[in-house]
């Protein structure tokens, strides 16, 4: 399985693989990773070496999202943005389908589709100093590929409302504090907390977690499938405007953007 990918790392380390994103230098996703991760997740169900996961981002950050150079582009060609829906629909529902437990090892900023990412994991261990946040406003568009799906159940309604319409970060003590994540620890223990995960799932009875993740996904799988249409099509109503044309030129000039509201 493992020389299949080559936009992904692959690595077995006992009973787990380590799934890391390695696109420096803020391991931004692109399409030809999508389309590892969504054929990776379909893989693992049936891979009866993997008893979990870990996934990860190469070097100080877990993934930024989406690739902002692409996102100009898909301006001017709106066949790619389309294409970027497919994709992100394709892996928040391959990703909650998957039997096989999910720890994400937070190890620098997860943003947008990067915290979507995220969040779909089962455990989340998070380095204190690490951030995450959906931060599609900040881009005017709207969180439509995951966030809206879930961030409520995580946080409930208040706190989703909070960070989803203001696109504001959460370190990692933070995040822990209002139940985004799973736990947050001191950057230098990120490894031994992940690996304790490891031990406790890796060495637990496969099929009863494989069972019991399927029965708590049940909910979020039926949302998706109701709502992550309707949500993509909110986020490309949003992609169509003005202001998001100026959140991606702003981002590229390095400057704080001027939003009219159009």
Known sequence: ????????????????????????????????????????FRDLSNDSETRCVVFTGAGTSFSAGGDIQRMARMIE?????????????????????????????????????????????????????????????????????????????????????????TGDLLNGREAADIGLVTVAVPDALLDDEVQRWVDK????????IGATKRALNMRLRQEAA?????HLGLETLSQLSQDHEEGVRAFLEKRKPDFTGR
């Open 77 to 165: 060609n709106r066949a790619l943005w389309m294409e970027s829906m497919a994709e992100a629909r394709q892996l928040v529902t391959d990703m909650l389908d998957c039997d096989k437990p999910i720890i994400a090892r937070i190890n620098g900023p997860a943003l947008g589709l990067g915290a979507t990412i995220a969040l779909c994991c089962d455990i989340t261990v998070m380095a204190e100093s690490a951030r995450i946040g959906d931060t599609h406003v900040r881009m005017g568009l709207a969180a439509g590929d995951g966030g809206a799906l879930l961030w409520p159940p995580l946080v409930g309604i208040v706190a989703a409302r909070r960070y989803l319409l």
């Open 226 to 230: 109701a709502y992550m249409d309707a």
């Open 1 to 40: 399985m493992l020389e299949h990918y080559s936009t992904l790392k692959l690595e077995r380390r006992g009973l787990a693989l380590w799934v890391c994103i390695d696109n420096p230098p803020v391991n931004a996703a692109t399409p030809a990773m999508k389309a590892e991760l969504n054929r990776l």
């Open 201 to 208: 799932l890796g060495s637990g009875a496969t099929q009863a």
